[in-house]
Structure formats: structure tokens, C-alpha cells
């Protein structure tokens, strides 16, 4: 069978080869109706820019790909993104805590997931590209870097569903890292967030007599999301009141971030304790808490989920569910690995287990304990 060419494409959409070409490389400048209908031709026909084009064309390519959409979505102020500063003489000698990049709009456990991610391909004998897309529609560098990759594994937190990942599933194997929705023949790989809800949930009814607990954290990924779910089924199950389960569902680059927590505080209406959705959320919450001057955890207990190692750091120490974030790269790279750049006919999940750390911010001093 020939392979489809954007002549092809460009013919069957009542476009020029220069839209379709743009519809892939610069999708800002062509309108959205014509690149909708640019990439509904071109999963119809199975086309494949021509950057994937080249790469099959040579054979294997002895590369393995990352790509993360949430890396550099938002420019916080403070985090030195706001300006593009070309050349570094500009930065300043010395920088205050004021200008210091906030801890809570990173997602920190990414750089732990590259690390397992590299680790196996250097084991395996394999290179590694990594990318972060600018815009959660950035057609260009998602295709360019699948067309240098026989792998990509993505971190999609909050990907719009606009981009060509059904096409790109055609003709590279994907892994979908954190992604609940199985909608593309694709590798699915997330943590166990209902086993690690249920673990908290049970420590803080078992170990602390608590029958009074909210969840806070922004539903901006389907782990965060899993995680609420399945701590309004916990509590159902341990017999508690679930009608109340969400105090605040805000996130950090949100302008109305924390206003439920803080309205909670202000009223003195906070419950024994707030069940966070990442580690991170869990950061800002202890600090909202010690500038209204409600102590962790002697006042409320706070947990977090993900045990990133700014946890261990902090004082006190958070209490978190540790998802094996080395291992998910790694994971993730031997899937891809398993293909030999062949894609997934259907979709296929792996679901890795989690564990309790149990430290001071829920009034325990051990530091490794799981439940």
C-alpha cells in the first residue's frame, strides 16, 4: 500500500499542501475549522508528517522519547519565565528568596520519572529525546519529536484532546503516563490511587480517630481526580460523611487558588484533617495554615500523595502516599522498549503499587510505616 502523502491530504480536505504543513507545524496560524478538518483527514488516511515520515523511511532509531505538556505550561510570576532572556549576562549575580521560582507550580515528580526514564535507556543501550510543549495544542513539537523516537512516553497532566495523539498512535507506540482514559490503541501506566487514598483514610479512622476529613487539591490531572473519587469512597465505607468531601478544588496557578481553604480558616470551620491530592497542594496548604497560625499538626493533620522528596524536607515532615515515580520511567521505557517501535493495536494497562510514609504532619514521628 503507498504511503499518504500531504498531497494526498491536502487533495481530500479542499486544502493546499501549505495548510495541511501548517495545520501540523504552525497550528496557531491556520483557523480552527480548517485544522480540525485537516486532522480529521489525516487520521483518516493514516498520514504521517513528515518529520515520522523520515524516521520510518530509515528504519529504528535507536531513541526513546519523554515529552511532558505540563512542564512549562504556565509562567508563574517569580519563575523566571516571563521574560526570554537571550543572553544570560543579563540575569543578576544574586537572586533574594523573593526571586526564587514557588515550589508549588512545578511539578517536581516529573524530574523523578526522567531520571527512572534515563536510567533504563542507558541500560538498554538507547538514546533519549525529551520535550515540553509551550501550549496544550503544540501540534509541532509533539509530532516533530515522535518522528525521531521509536517510543514515546508522555505525561499528558491536562492535554488537550485536540492534538494528534490518535494519529500518532498509528504509526509510534505510546505510553500514557497518568492518563485515566483509555481512548487510543496505547500503553496506559498510573500509580494505584485507590489503594493509596484507602491507606490514608485507614491510618487517620485507625491510628488517629478521625471522622472528619476534606480533601483539597485541583482536578488539572486524572490522577488528582482518581484520587478524590476513590477518598469519597473510602469514606463511604468507613461509614463517614462524604457530603462534605471536597473543601478545595483550586490549583496553584489558579487566581482564585486556596480560597476555599482560606474561607475554612477564616470561619473556623476546618476539619481534623485535610486529605491533599498531590504533595505539592499539600505544601501550600501548611503554609496557608502556619500564616493563619493553625499549627500541623497539633490542629489539623495534612497529607499529601506522591512522596516527592520536598516532603521529607519540610518541617514538619509531610505524611504521603509514595507512588514508585523511578520505577514508572523506567516502566514506561521498557513498554516502549518491548514494541521494537511497533504501535499498540489496542490499549493495554499497567497500574503500579503505592505505599503510606507515615512522618509528622499527621501527629506521627515514624518515618517509614505502611499500612
Known sequence: ????????????????????????????????????????????????????ARSLAKGRTGTLGMYAFDMLLEKPQGSGLEEDRSDVSSMPAS?????????????LYVDEVLRGFELECWKSGKGMLMGA?????DHKSVTDIAGRVDGLALMPSGYNNRLPLAMLAKTVPLVMVGVSDENLPAAYLQCDNTSGMRQIVDHLVDVHHVDEMAFVGGFDS?????????FRKCLEERGLDSSDALLDDSFATSDEYMVGLCEAIGSGRLPQALVCGTDQTAFGVIRLLEEAGVRVPDDVIVTGFDGILAGRLMEPQLTTVRQPMEDMGREAARMLLSRNGEPWEK???????????VRGSCGCNQKNLSA
Open 1 to 52: 500500500m503507498a504511503r499518504v502523502t500531504v498531497y494526498d491530504v491536502a487533495e481530500k480536505a479542499g486544502v493546499s499542501t501549505a495548510t495541511v504543513s501548517f495545520a501540523f507545524r504552525h497550528p496557531d496560524k491556520v483557523k480552527d475549522d480548517t485544522k480540525a478538518k485537516v486532522l480529521r483527514v489525516a487520521d483518516e488516511l493514516g498520514y504521517v508528517p513528515s518529520g515520522n
Open 222 to 230: 486524572d490522577d488528582v481526580v482518581a484520587r478524590y473519587v476513590a
Open 347 to 357: 490499549a493495554e494497562r499497567r497500574v503500579l503499587p503505592v505505599r503510606l510514609i
Open 95 to 107: 537572586m533574594s528568596d523573593d526571586d526564587e521560582p514557588d515550589v508549588l507550580t512545578y511539578p
Open 133 to 137: 510543549a509551550l501550549a496544550r495544542d
